[in-house]
């Protein structure tokens, strides 16, 4: 079994004066969180979705899947957490109730406001879940990338050969994230709120996927301004 799971617990604090969260604003005619949606719905490699949205949403979530009229029984919609592997968590344990999921199942856990991902990227994502049993999407640094450990002098600058940017989806086998995710202490989940640095901490090799540069996140009013013109380039 294929779940993919949506992660929308946030509000966009980060969109500026929007009066609802980011993945709600419409591109298209439509709200950002439906185009995502749709992807995993054509893709046919999927069973089945769980949405995990911000407690205060979860109405509005199930409204506007009756609007357009998904498949309620393939589509279910959980209150997301405080960060994003306690929305993950609130996924699978929504997910479990629905359909009895195994510790095979694969879970391909997205950015609710990434709608540019592919098929492909998502076939690959299982592919590599179902090999390794973890894998993350990502694509090579383009820019040097400079860390300063004091935010005012630069401390290292790695090799950009080496530098990857981090997308979604993330995937993982359900009993691979059971095993990590409840080997961390209560100090360690506050602190990493990115699941494939859990396991790469418990010393799990992460898979790398391919990702894509459209793959992007939109999260400041540029970013949403590009996706609308990406969208209107492709009618």
Same mark, same amino acid.
């Given at each position: 079994m294929v779940i993919a799971g949506i992660v929308?617990?946030?509000?966009?604090?980060?969109?500026g004066n929007s009066s609802i969260p980011k993945q709600f604003l419409e591109i298209g005619g439509k709200?950002?969180?439906?185009?995502?949606? #749709?992807?995993?719905l054509v893709s046919p490699d999927i069973d089945y979705i769980v949405v995990g949205v911000h407690a205060d949403w979860v109405d509005?979530? #199930?409204d506007l899947v009756r609007k357009y009229h998904y498949r309620e029984n393939r589509i279910v919609i959980t209150a997301g957490g405080d960060n994003r592997n306690e929305t993950i968590e609130n996924i699978i344990k929504k997910a479990? #109730?629905?359909?009895?999921?195994?510790?095979n199942t694969i879970f391909v856990t997205h950015d609710a406001v990434r709608?540019?991902?592919t098929l492909e990227i998502i076939e690959e994502n299982i592919r590599a879940a179902e090999k390794y049993g973890v894998c993350d999407t990502v694509v090579e640094a383009t820019d040097t990338i400079v860390q300063s450990s004091n935010h005012e002098f630069i401390t290292e600058i790695p090799l950009r050969s080496e530098m990857y940017q981090g997308q979604t989806p993330q995937s993982f086998k359900y009993g691979l994230f059971r095993e990590v995710y409840y080997s961390m202490s209560k100090e360690e989940l506050e602190i990493v709120t990115d699941a494939c640095k859990m396991f790469f901490l418990r010393n799990y090799p992460v898979h790398l996927v391919k990702g894509s540069v459209l793959n992007f996140k939109i999260t400041y009013p540029f970013d949403l301004k590009m996706a609308k013109n990406m969208l209107e380039e492709t009618r």
């Open positions: 929308a617990g946030g509000i966009g604090v980060r969109m709200p950002i969180i439906l185009h995502t949606i #749709e992807k995993f509005y979530m #199930e479990d #109730e629905a359909w009895n999921i195994d510790e709608p540019f991902v």
